[in-house]
Structures are given as structure tokens and as C-alpha cells.
């Protein structure tokens, strides 16, 4: 049995699966203390604690430390070299620039001045500063810069981050804001996962515990003290990976919607696995290096506040409070269904008294009125799918073969969860002109996607055959090749080191590995091929859990 | 964060799939490190840069600039119609108002392909500027003046060849003296078509000519020229084998230069053409343009092997360059007051080499000088491949005799060995051939 927990800002979700089943679901209220909270939800299931195989957490700690600014204050010491001046990135006078310089293809031209290193350490410690992230640019690209400042510092900090381990991409303003939430989150991540293990064990929960990450991933506890940073944005991830567990066609290409009271969350899965944002994900302002899913939010959802301007009706992106049939102050979409007899839950009463001013300005029947309030909603919805599939299909490309040969993502299918996802499914379906699925455990989808998703990482291999090296940053691999190194041999020591170091990833061994991209081009000097530069991006695959997806 | 001051357009495009033979210059990873360092910089997450994606020019778009021996399609590849989209894309964006400026950072090159293409020359096959220019006067009619500033190490030729009667295109190239570098052309003397005197500037530079003396030329010369000229659109051949650094050619350019040079020119489009030093140039001199053009601070961006003092030009190449730089401003100055032909027919003769393809053409052309209008012409052209054809330009904003010539050139041609009579009618934007 698996225990999937998606803890939200208001309500928590608990589910429990056994096999292809849900057999327990739950729903407590948030609060302060979110240990409590995970305890409740798991008490409020009624289940037996001994039979649990593991449990899964989707949390807003992360994300809320980072967009609250609640977090340690974190130092950083980051090497740069020529290039746009590092210093428009630092934000805290905690930020240190140290001389050290990498290229593109990982030689240094500058070095790192032990010295300088120690004095910026001395001032960090002097400040009472506890973690320090490291960064350098190209630094995935030859990581000696970073693992030096590293060893000069080492007994010096508690909570240490290197940008390089954080993720293979190239964007060193990424990598610095990164590195620098990883190491700011850090302290209390790793209070909160002590305290969650404690907490599971007093129930007789002794099995592994895993997080979800903004790819819809999960790892492992150990991981998610090391990576705090890639369990932001769990929340959207959860709903998305819920939808597609939930998704009876996922090899359709399905547009995802997540209809909440303020917003919707649209995203897109394609053969049964979500599409990624291709840089990384933003938090609190900054871009990050953090894998997530490509997620869009709009301000548009069933308690959305009604209003009308001149003979148009506006119809969100704000909420003013519950729907008027559930004692709100303002009309809402929700209560336009309540007036049609399509949402029965409120007080249809009041829900008419809320609507028929508008009518009354507008000089139009109550329904017909009612019928707009609802179309305008998920028009609005639509308008921005049609934005966020327009700008998947605008992403650009780099070879020939692919201008040729576009891959347009055209969803087939629409599945929609959340609250008012029952009521709009005829209203999505005539305007759409697809079919929508609204599953039958839509409510505890997101809980649901945290327990079945798959352990998912990925890692960056690069090969240099005329400088004879192989870097992999996330794993911290930098070693001598040989110059007849070639791609099938740097696939096979990608896929062989993904599953041996899999405890230390956080992952299952057992994941299906996939290659993200792979290329190979030949380096030149004057007229005759020197040797070969390769590119590898591997990962075991995002997606629902076997023992659910194969039945 | 960093928020730009102008908003700018890249189209990135490497062709990662394209390469004339795997060891030539203009291969698969010309772009890579360019690529890695763009990335690495974060360049793209600035606030007004943005990436958009090339698109693919037709074969309307690329009859407008050129006669394609024997057609179209036997003169390019697939990656030539992107190259060439890219560019288009990048007008759009600027035109649209989408950007204020754009970059086709994209390849195959295009300069060194002429107005008839019996092959590759330079690397090029179809040239990506004019086949730009021509669609944007298409659909953007209220653009009519264009001035090209051409900063690759080379000449470059195709487009003065392809405006060379265009009074309405400005070409002005800076590359390294011709006497000492392919294609061994561009000099001052070569000023323009009858019809478009002074309208085609050359500016050849001695080799090793750095920083000071590149600098020199754009605030003495070519910014002075192009107050006069007042054009609607600015276009940069961004060429990057001036770099110190590069393999073919002996100038020696630096990525902040090349940085300077785009803020002092503030140009709508920027279109990368040759460079060749790709890991040691072209990562740096790219991040360069592209935050110059954005107007974001570039002062940091430096090659990691620059050594100023070794690169920087003899003064006699500083006083060479400022008396050139004058004579030149002075022989423009005195434009408006060259002596037009007499005769109503002008006629030239020469030979062209295409170098990558190792074909050679012989050209008989003849314009009708005209007052009214930039002058129909006509080319009589063959080549070693066997092909013998005749083209006819009637340009934009023809005026009556001269479309009545270039009608009566193609309905009657003048003999009957030719494999085929081809006609552009920018007005019309017909395109026609007839094979003989």
C-alpha cells in the first residue's frame, strides 16, 4: 500500500493505494504545524500502518520559504570571469565574488586564489552565517572550481550546495539562484524530513518516505535534504501527475486542466508523460535550474468575481470569497450553474439574488445571462490553452530535420479536475469541441499523483575526446577518456551510472531510462578532425508507477 | 535580474544537421560553443531578449533577389531557405513592432552569393540579406530606403553585385584590402551602377587593422553617411572572421569592438555571415552583439586570451585608415555630381568564379540609364556547368520605357541559344521563365 499526501494552503489530501485500488481517502485542514497536519491526514485514513510501502509527500514548504522569504540567511561565493557582470545577480550583501575563470569547453584560464577564498569564508562565518552555496560559471562543464572553494571552506559551514550537482544545464544566473534557495532552504527542509520520519515511525510507519519535485517526480528523503530546491512547485506537479493517473487514454495527447476557485493550472501530457518547462522553473521572482513541468496558471476558476463594465460582463481574474450560494459577497460562476440547476450544493436562493442585478443592467433574461457569466469563463480558460499550446509549438529548433519535420502538439482530449470540474465538463466539451474526462477521484487527484509517481532524475554527460575528459556534474564524475570514447560507449556508462548510484539519486533502480537528447560533433583544428565533443542528457522516465499504469 | 533597454529578437538557428564537408570551416558545430556560451551567460532570461524560431523562405522569396540557374531548387538546400527564413523572421519581429531589433544568428552564410546563381561561392549559395530586403519591400512598402553595413573580414560582393544598380540600397562593406584576401574585391572605385552612383561604398582595410581603426571608420565614415542617406532600415552583415582570432583571414577585431561597433551603428537587424574561429571568437563576439543591441552593459564580455597591446595596429595603419576614411567622405560628398553615361544603354562584361563550387560564368549586362527610375537591365549569362541563360530585372518603382525594355527583352530575346529567358517584375512580383 502506498500513502500519497498533498498537502495544500488551505486543505490536505491523503490518499491510500493498494495495487490498481484507492482504498482510503482523507481531507483535514492545514495548519500551522505541517508534521500535525501529515499525521492527521494519516490517522484520518484507517488504515493499517503496517502494511504501508511507502509514503509520498507533496509539500508547499519549500515554495512558501522561498516566495515568504523565510528562509536561513545562505552566503555565496561565486566565481566568474569575464562575461556579463555576475554581480546583477547577487540580491544579498551576503554574496561574494571570488577571481576564477572556466570556458565553454571546461579549461580554466583563471584560477582559484585560496587566499581570497579563505578571507570571504572568515567574513561569512564572522556574520554568523551557517550555509554557503558555491557556484562558478562552466562549472558543469569542468566543476574543479567549485569542488576547490569547497575543500578550502569545508569544516567551516553546515549547509553547503554546489551549483554543479544541482543540475548539468548551462545558465550560471540560474545556477546562482539555485544554488542559493538550495542552500537558503536547506535547514529547514532537513528539520521538517527529521521530524516527518519521527513522526511516521511513533505511527509504526517504518518504510521509505519520498517527496514530489516540480517534474512530477519523486525522491528520496535523503535526497530531498540534499535538493530542498526541487520540491517547489510540488502542488501544480501533484495535480498534473493526478490527471494523468486518473487519464483512461494517455496515449492521447490530453490538455490538462486543474479548475480551482481563483485559477486554473492548464499543462500538457503527451504519451502519457507531462511536458517540461525547457530551461527550468520560477519561484519567487528568480529562474531556476529546477526541472518542473510546464505549467500555466490563469486567473480564471468557479468562484471568480462576476462584474459587468459598460454591456460586457468581466468575469475573474480576481476572487472576492466563496461563490454568493455559499455565502460569499459577490456573484461568481458558480453561481450561474446554481441558477441553471447545474451546481445544487448552495443556496440556489442566493445565488439569484446575486445574479439578477446583472441582468437587470444588462437588460437580459436571468439564464441567458447565467449561460454568458459561464461561457465567458471558459472561454477565458481556452483562450489561454490555446496561448500555452501556441507557445509549446514555438519553441525553437536547431537542425534542419526538425524544421522539416515539426512535432505539433495538438491535444485530443481534455480532462479537467478540481472543484467545479463536474459542472463546466458540458460547457468545456461544446467549446473545446473535444471530449472531457472528469474522473471519478478527481477531488484527491493531486494526493493520488504524489503516491504514484515514479522516481525520476536526470543527469548530464559530456565528453571531450581531444581534451580527454568525461564530466557528469550531477554525480560529480570528472575523469581521463580515452580519445576513442564514442557516443554508444558514453550511453552506456550514462545508463550504467544512473542505476549504480540510484541510492544516492534518490531513485528506484529499476526506472526505465530514457535519453533526453544526445549529440556528437567532430572538433577541428586547421582542416583535420581532432576529436569529438559529446552531449548526453539521460533520465529515468516521469510517469505513473507500473503496478497502477499496467493493470 | 537584468531588463534590457531595447527589446531584442534572436533567432538562433546552427543547422546542427548541415555542413559543406566535415572538416570545412562552414560545418555542423560552427554554432555550438556560440550556443553554450549564450546559454551559460543566461542571455535569453534578460528581460526583452527573447528567442524566436526561424521560419522558411519560399521560392517567391528567393526569385526576388536571384536568377537560379537552371531553378531554384537545384541551386539550394533545405537549410538555405531556413537560413534565409530566419532572417525574414527577424524583419518581421522588427517591422511587426514585436522587437525593436532583431539578430538571425543563423547559417549558411549569404554574402557572397550574386544576383545570378549558377553555384556556391564563398560558402554561399543564396543571398539571405537581399532575399530579406526584397520580401520586406514586398510587404512592407512604406520601407523604401535600405542601407546594408557589411562588417565581414571579407567583401562582400554578392550583395554589392545584387544592389549594384539599386539606388535605394545602400551598401557599404568594411573588410580586409581586397589585394590581400578572397574574393579581391571592394575597392572605392567600384561606387556603383550608373543609376546608383555612390550608392555602393567600399572600405578596404590593411590587415591586422583592430579596434581603433574598425571604430574609426564607422564614426568618421559610415555613421556620417548614413545621416545623409536617412534610411528606413539598417542592416548589419555581422560577419565575425575580422576577429583576431580567426583561422582564414588577418585582421584582428575583438568581441567588445565588434559590441562597440553595433552600439555606434543601433542597426534594426543584425544577420550573422562569416566567422570561423568558433571557439575562440565567436561565443564572445555574439553574447557581444546581442547585448549590444539590447542595450545592456557588454563592458565585461572579453575573449580569455586578449591581450590588447598585441593586437593593437600600427600607427601607420591608424593614419592610413584616417586618410582613406577622408578621401572616402569626400568622393561620397561629391556624388550627386558624377557624370551619368551619355548613351541610353550601359554595358559591362566580366568573369565570376565560384570558388566552392569551381564554376566559372561569363556575364554580358546591359542597363538602360534612366532618370525616372533604378533602370531595367538585363544579363546575358554562361556558364562552365553548360548553362546559358538571359535574366531580366525590372526594378521597383519602374517607370514606363523601362518596363516596356525589360518586357521587350523577355518576350523577343535577342538570340536563341538559351537554355531559358528568366524576368523579375518587383512591381508585380511575377517571377516567370521560359525555357528556350
Known amino acids: ?551 | 535580474m537584468i531588463t534590457a533597454r531595447r527589446k531584442t529578437g534572436l533567432i538562433f538557428f546552427p543547422a546542427y544537421d548541415w555542413e559543406i564537408s566535415p572538416s570545412h570551416p562552414e560545418r555542423q558545430e560552427r554554432l555550438l560553443y556560440t550556443q553554450d556560451q549564450v546559454m551559460e551567460e543566461g542571455v535569453l532570461d534578460i528581460d526583452g531578449i527573447s528567442e524566436f524560431k526561424a521560419g522558411l523562405a519560399t521560392e517567391k522569396d528567393i526569385c526576388r533577389p536571384h536568377f537560379c540557374v537552371p531553378d531554384v531548387e537545384s541551386r539550394i538546400t533545405p537549410s538555405h531557405s531556413v537560413s534565409a527564413g530566419g532572417c525574414i523572421e527577424a524583419a518581421r519581429l522588427v517591422l511587426d513592432g514585436t522587437v525593436d531589433n532583431a539578430f538571425a544568428l543563423v547559417r549558411p552564410p549569404g554574402h557572397h552569393a550574386m544576383r545570378v546563381v549558377h553555384g556556391a561561392r564563398g560558402f554561399c549559395n543564396i543571398n539571405i540579406e537581399a532575399v530579406m530586403i526584397e520580401w520586406v519591400r514586398k510587404h512592407y512598402p512604406h520601407i523604401r530606403k535600405i542601407a546594408v553595413v557589411d562588417t565581414d573580414c571579407h567583401h562582400g560582393d554578392g550583395t554589392q553585385d545584387v544592389y549594384w544598380h539599386d539606388p535605394n540600397v545602400l551598401y557599404i562593406s568594411l573588410h580586409q584590402d581586397g589585394r590581400t584576401l578572397y574574393p579581391g574585391s571592394g575597392f572605392p572605385e567600384e561606387f556603383g551602377g550608373p543609376n546608383a552612383l555612390g550608392k555602393n561604398l567600399n572600405i578596404p582595410l590593411p590587415p591586422r587593422t583592430s579596434d581603433e581603426g574598425i571604430l574609426h571608420v564607422m564614426e568618421h565614415f559610415v555613421m556620417p553617411v548614413l545621416k545623409d542617406f536617412e534610411p528606413d532600415l539598417i542592416i548589419n552583415s555581422a560577419g565575425q572572421d575580422n576577429h583576431y582570432s580567426d583561422p582564414i583571414t588577418n585582421m584582428s577585431f575583438t568581441a567588445g569592438g565588434y559590441a562597440r561597433l553595433n552600439e555606434i551603428l543601433a542597426p534594426d537587424i543584425c544577420v550573422l555571415e562569416g566567422g570561423y574561429s568558433i571557439e575562440a571568437a565567436l561565443p564572445y563576439v555574439n553574447t557581444g552583439i546581442i547585448l549590444a543591441l539590447a542595450g545592456v552593459d557588454y563592458s565585461y564580455i572579453r575573449e580569455p586570451d586578449l591581450d590588447p597591446e598585441r593586437i593593437r595596429e600600427d600607427p601607420r595603419v591608424i593614419d592610413y585608415i584616417r586618410n582613406l576614411t577622408d578621401d572616402l567622405l569626400d568622393l561620397w560628398s561629391r556624388r550627386e555630381h558624377f557624370e551619368r553615361p551619355q548613351e541610353e544603354f550601359f554595358r559591362r562584361s566580366r568573369n565570376i568564379f565560384y570558388d566552392t563550387d569551381g564554376i566559372s560564368e561569363n556575364q554580358h549586362e546591359v542597363v538602360r540609364v534612366c532618370t525616372e527610375c533604378p533602370g531595367a537591365y538585363r544579363i546575358d549569362s554562361s556558364a562552365s556547368t553548360g548553362y546559358h541563360v538571359l535574366a531580366i530585372h525590372i526594378p521597383w518603382g519602374a517607370c514606363s520605357r523601362c518596363r516596356e525594355q525589360g518586357l521587350a527583352w523577355f518576350e523577343k530575346p535577342d538570340r536563341k541559344n538559351y537554355y531559358a529567358v528568366y524576368l523579375q517584375d518587383m512591381d508585380n512580383d511575377e517571377y516567370s521563365v521560359k525555357i528556350l
Open chain 1, 1 to 551: 500500500m502506498i500513502i500519497g499526501i498533498d498537502i495544500g494552503g488551505t486543505h490536505t489530501d491523503a490518499v491510500c493505494v493498494d495495487g490498481r485500488n484507492i482504498t482510503a481517502t482523507a481531507k483535514t485542514v492545514t495548519g500551522d504545524d505541517l508534521v500535525h497536519t501529515i499525521r492527521d491526514a494519516i490517522e484520518a485514513l484507517a488504515i493499517d500502518f503496517s502494511k504501508i510501502s511507502r509514503t509520498v509527500l507533496s509539500t508547499t514548504l519549500s515554495t512558501n520559504s522561498i516566495i515568504e522569504k523565510k528562509y536561513a540567511p545562505a552566503g555565496m561565493i561565486v566565481s566568474a570571469g569575464p562575461g556579463i557582470d555576475p554581480r546583477r545577480y547577487f540580491f544579498t550583501d551576503d554574496f561574494h565574488l571570488v577571481e576564477g575563470a572556466i570556458d565553454h569547453r571546461g579549461r580554466e584560464y583563471i584560477p582559484i586564489r585560496a587566499d581570497e577564498v579563505a578571507r570571504v569564508a572568515g567574513i561569512l562565518k564572522k556574520k554568523g552565517v551557517d550555509g554557503v552555496g558555491i557556484v562558478s560559471k562552466f562549472s558543469v562543464r569542468n566543476p574543479s572550481h567549485e569542488i576547490a572553494i569547497h575543500s578550502i571552506i569545508n569544516s567551516e559551514f553546515e549547509h553547503v550546495s554546489l551549483g554543479h550537482t544541482l543540475s548539468g544545464g548551462l545558465n550560471f544566473p540560474r545556477r546562482i539562484h539555485t544554488t542559493f534557495f538550495n542552500t537558503a532552504v536547506m535547514p529547514v527542509q532537513k528539520r521538517f524530513v527529521h521530524s516527518v520520519r519521527k513522526a511516521l515511525a511513533e505511527l509504526g510507519i517504518r518504510s521509505p518516505l519520498l517527496f514530489l519535485k516540480a517534474d512530477g517526480g519523486t525522491f528520496s528523503d535523503s535526497a530531498a535534504d540534499r535538493h530542498p530546491v526541487e520540491t517547489i512547485l510540488s502542488g501544480p506537479a501533484a495535480s498534473m501527475m493526478g490527471g494523468l493517473a486518473l487519464c483512461r487514454d494517455p496515449q492521447t495527447t490530453t490538455l490538462m486542466l486543474d479548475i480551482g476557485g481563483t485559477t486554473t493550472d492548464i499543462g500538457v501530457l503527451i504519451g502519457g508523460v507531462p511536458i517540461l518547462e525547457p530551461k527550468g522553473v520560477d519561484i519567487g521572482g528568480l529562474k531556476t535550474l529546477v526541472r518542473g513541468l510546464k505549467v500555466m496558471s490563469v486567473g480564471a476558476g468557479g468562484d471568480s468575481c462576476v462584474r459587468v463594465s459598460g454591456s460586457e460582463i468581466l468575469v475573474g481574474p480576481d476572487r472576492d470569497g466563496p461563490p454568493a450560494c455559499m455565502g460569499g459577497p459577490s456573484p461568481t460562476p458558480m453561481d450561474a450553474l446554481a441558477v441553471l440547476g447545474q451546481f445544487t450544493k448552495g443556496d440556489r436562493q442566493k445565488a439569484v439574488q446575486a445574479v439578477t442585478p446583472i441582468a437587470g443592467r444588462l437588460g437580459q433574461d436571468l439564464s441567458d445571462v447565467c449561460r454568458r457569466i459561464i461561457s465567458i469563463l471558459v472561454d477565458n480558460i481556452k483562450k489561454s490553452a490555446c496561448a500555452f499550446i501556441d507557445e509549446v509549438n514555438r519553441h525553437p529548433v536547431y537542425t534542419i530535420y526538425e524544421m522539416l519535420h515539426p512535432e505539433i502538439v495538438e491535444p485530443g482530449q481534455l480532462m479537467a479536475i478540481g472543484g467545479p470540474a463536474a459542472q463546466l465538463k458540458p460547457h468545456l466539451e461544446e467549446s473545446f469541441g473535444m471530449r472531457c474526462t472528469v474522473p471519478e477521484h478527481a477531488m484527491v487527484a493531486n494526493a493520488l499523483g504524489a503516491a504514484l509517481a515514479r522516481t525520476t532524475r536526470q543527469i548530464t554527460l559530456t565528453a571531450d575526446t581531444q581534451l580527454r575528459r568525461m564530466i557528469c556534474p550531477e554525480l560529480g564524475i570528472d575523469e581521463q577518456i580515452p580519445a576513442s570514447m564514442a557516443l554508444s560507449d558514453l550511453r552506456r556508462r550514462g545508463e550504467r551510472e544512473l542505476r549504480d548510484n540510484a541510492d544516492r539519486l534518490g531513485i528506484s533502480a529499476q526506472g526505465e531510462i530514457s535519453v533526453l537528447e544526445e549529440q556528437v560533433f567532430n572538433i577541428v583544428r586547421g582542416f583535420s578532425t581532432t576529436g569529438r565533443n559529446m552531449r548526453l542528457k539521460l533520465q529515468t522516465k516521469p510517469g505513473v508507477i507500473e503496478e497502477w499504469s499496467a493493470l
